[in-house]
């Protein structure tokens, strides 16, 4: 019985970790990477197609972005999930998957005047199609037998409509083991989805999450008075209030923030000031919020719809659907708010927002939620002053903003109180989900304050999880920048390498009562390889 970390270790997205016992194998997670990788992931050591389930904790890319792919390479099973995820995958997946085929369209209209040969997308819509059509509903609370030695439960974790934190039970040989994914722990006062993560009281090994682990999010001031401030100063100014959100959650929550804003009446002197949703997936999502279980909203919200108040919709909002519809948006000069995707500016609709309003002095860029390393959010986030959409040099003029203590995921403190919720001390804590040195920290941090045993794996890290032993501890291989083919061809041999380094060691580890002779002779050739080599 083992578990191997794949993704998101030492970084904070592409999240995959590959669970075995009793001969079943499964994935919790497959997610896709984002922005700059920052080290190799390892791939999945066993063929798709012999893979029995995979588990998903949420619809969020990082999470689930790499299934159509899965598929793809020939998986063909069972994919679990709450209901409202499975909902939300749907549209996400899709999306996903029109994004790969635009930008292969992209690189085969560029690559055709060059004389280069075909791109392949990533993965096509009908992958997506095939990865949606294995998703397996299993509602909150429900404990279910996945196969003779899986059983898993998913918990509502209050990060993401849907998401959840699942604990899996397994079995081998009559001895059993539990560990528990938090999945991304949710941040406590959000609007809309419940707000206090569930806990869970025994678990043997937990893998937990630490996007915010070595911090503490700012409550000074509520986000929506902050939200109503960056409105006032900005439509005072005639400027265009620019909010790079993601469509699936954010979008939502800002729609909520903002139909507070005009209930109380929160900006003076422009009544009825239009809010564009420029994002047509984020309409779809909307639209699930809306039809979503009672049991997956806040009091609040539930409140709000017992009096008959549609939560996060207004008479102001205009839906546009077409690029027609989104590049009228610029062309108008009311000043307005614009919410649309991609929430890290890496693509979609927003970069022609931005392209049309960081020059101007007038306007704002607000980010509203985590940016990662190397996405142009990040960059304009960290205060850079020239950046290039469309083959253009833009000066950055406009005010960036930030909505602090907006954040899907709980902070230090809030990571540490769910895992205080475990009455029984687990054996190990592995720590994901963050950035290098904040997995670190926070596991630092873990050992220290809960007295628990705590590890930040990189890539490849394999787990004997009935022994409490590492079968393989490597470091982490730092992603160099591919930028010629023969680069990528040599950071895929040197992968292959790393690969064949692991059979080595896996086969090793069967050699104990083989006969002396044959070790004996076993040991000479692996000397010999090393003599040539080193
Ligand atoms: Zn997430
Ligand atoms: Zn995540």
Request: glycine share 8%.
């Amino acid at each position: 019985m083992k578990v191997t970390f794949l993704g998101a270790a030492h970084e904070v997205t592409g999240s995959c970790t590959l669970l075995e016992s009793d001969g079943v194998r499964g994935l919790v997670d497959c997610g896709m990477e984002q922005g700059q990788d920052i080290f190799v992931n390892q791939e999945i050591p066993v063929p798709p197609a012999e893979l029995d389930f995979v588990l998903l904790t949420h619809a969020h890319v990082d999470h689930s972005g790499n299934l159509p792919l899965l598929f793809k390479k020939g998986y063909d099973g069972p994919v679990y999930a709450t209901p409202e995820t499975c909902n939300l995958c749907r549209i996400m997946l899709m999306d996903c998957a029109h994004i790969q085929e635009s930008e292969a369209d992209w690189h085969n209209r560029k690559g055709k005047r060059s004389g280069k040969k075909d791109y392949e997308p990533l993965y096509t819509t009908d992958d997506a199609q095939t990865a949606i059509d294995h998703l397996r509903p299993i509602r909150y609370g429900e404990k279910v037998q996945i196969a003779e030695s899986f059983t898993v439960r998913f918990s509502d974790i209050c990060h993401l409509l849907g998401s959840a934190c699942i604990e899996v039970w397994m079995t081998e040989k009559g001895r059993d083991r539990k560990m528990v994914f938090s999945g991304d722990v949710g941040n406590y006062d959000q609007p809309i989805i419940r707000d206090v993560p569930a806990k869970v009281a025994e678990a043997d090994f937990v893998l937990v999450e630490s996007t915010y682990g070595d911090r503490l999010h700012d409550r000074s001031k509520p986000s929506v008075e902050r939200l109503a401030d960056y409105i006032q100063r900005t439509l005072d100014r005639g400027g265009n209030l620019v909010i790079p959100s993601f469509a699936v959650g954010r979008t939502q929550e800002m729609l909520y923030f903002i139909r507070e804003i005009k209930e109380k009446n929160m900006v003076k002197g422009h009544d009825h000031f239009p809010v564009y949703v420029d994002s047509p997936m984020a309409n779809d999502a909307t639209a699930i919020y809306l039809q979503c279980d009672r049991d997956c909203l806040d009091d609040a919200t539930r409140a709000l719809v017992d009096a008959g108040v549609n939560p996060i919709w207004f008479d102001d909002i205009e839906i546009s659907v077409t690029s027609e519809d989104s590049k009228a948006i610029n062309e108008d000069p009311v000043p307005k708010v614009i919410l649309s995707a991609s929430g890290m500016c890496e693509a979609g609709r927003i970069r022609h927002h931005l392209k049309h309003n960081l020059w101007r002095p007038e306007s704002t860029v607000l980010f509203v939620g985590y940016q990662a390393v190397g996405t142009l959010g990040r960059r304009l986030y960290d205060g850079e002053k020239k950046v290039r959409l469309f083959n253009e040099d833009i000066q950055v003029n406009c005010e960036i903003g930030f909505l602090p203590g907006k954040s899907g995921h709980a902070d230090r403190d809030g990571l540490t109180e769910w895992l205080r919720g475990f009455l029984q001390k687990p054996k190990m804590v592995f720590v994901n989900h963050g950035e290098d040195k904040t997995t670190e920290v926070f596991a630092d941090w873990v050992e220290q304050e809960l007295g628990l045993k705590a590890f930040a794996p990189y890539s490849g890290t394999e787990f004997d999880l009935i022994e409490s032993v590492f079968l393989a501890c490597p470091e982490g291989i730092p992603a160099k920048k591919e930028e010629s083919a023969g680069g990528a061809a040599a950071t895929d041999l040197y992968r292959l390498l790393q690969q064949r380094g692991d059979d080595l060691m896996s086969l090793i580890r069967t050699m104990r009562d083989k006969p002396n002779k044959t070790n004996r002779q076993f040991v000479k050739d692996v000397e010999n390889l090393l003599k040539k080599y080193q």
